[in-house]
């Protein structure tokens, strides 16, 4: 188990963030879970213990979101999305993590500012049919396998149709649960859970349901219309950090 207290420092304030955004509100936040452990630790170790984490979560997120998603994204994503995994796993090691979070970043924001011409114009939902499905289905599949940062691809397609708050946030649930326990087949091949991981994260999972269940209590409170601006200026942000983090990286 880690000791070091500046990890913990670290990790129970992620931890409480991503289990907010797991419940459903400000979703892009969720994928700051391996970028701030990453401060601490190394980026492999510290999606090695996410992992485990972001699955309880989605399971609190089931229980309370249990029958509200939108089938019809997920059939038309999930596929797509188990295909990206694969293509992770087969590849694991042969990308370069900062290229592909940078190509993520800068699309997302591409997206943003469409969601504010869209705004101005008063067209805020848009049309998305299975060419989209497939292609963000893919990319989230991917980007969630090498570390967790599925959330932006994921919104590119579901963010414009526009669904309702709850629905929104189930059918987000429903996805990243079948992601992320399916991630745990390639995570294990790869030899990611060590005993030192998996202790460390049975100490820091009963902080799991504590951030998930404010996250249920903010989408069940606030308006449509005010959960889609948290969720988009929640996206830009995580955009800029992309690109600006991956940036720093090539660059150095």
Known sequence: MITDPYFYAAAIPAIILV?????????????????VLSLVISPIKAAAIMLPILI????????????????????SMLPFALLGIGIGWLLAGQFDEHIIKFLVGLTALAFVADYAWRTIRKKTIATRGPISAGIWGTIT????????????????????????????????????????????????????????????????????????????????????????????????????????????????
Not at 27 to 33: C, E, I, N, R, V
């Open 56 to 75: 309880c979560m989605d399971f609190v997120g089931l229980l309370a979101y249990r029958g509200n998603a939108n089938k019809s994204v997920l059939k």
């Open 141 to 252: 599949g991917l980007t969630s396998f090498i570390a967790h940062s599925g959330g932006p691809p994921y919104q590119i397609h579901t963010l414009p149709l526009g669904m309702a708050p709850i629905t929104y946030a189930a059918t987000s649930v429903y996805f990243f649960t079948t992601m992320n326990t399916v991630k745990l087949v390639p995570y294990f091949a790869l030899g990611q859970f060590s005993t030192e991981n998996l202790w460390t994260t049975l100490v820091l999972v009963p902080l799991a349901p504590i951030g998930t269940m404010l996250g249920i209590f903010l989408v069940r409170k606030i308006s449509q219309g005010l959960f889609y601006r948290f969720s988009y200026l929640a996206m830009f942000l995580i955009a800029l950090k992309l690109c600006s983090d991956s940036l720093f990286e090539l660059l150095a």
């Open 19 to 35: 289990g907010i955004a797991k419940g459903g509100f400000c979703s892009p936040l969720a994928m700051l879970g391996v970028p």
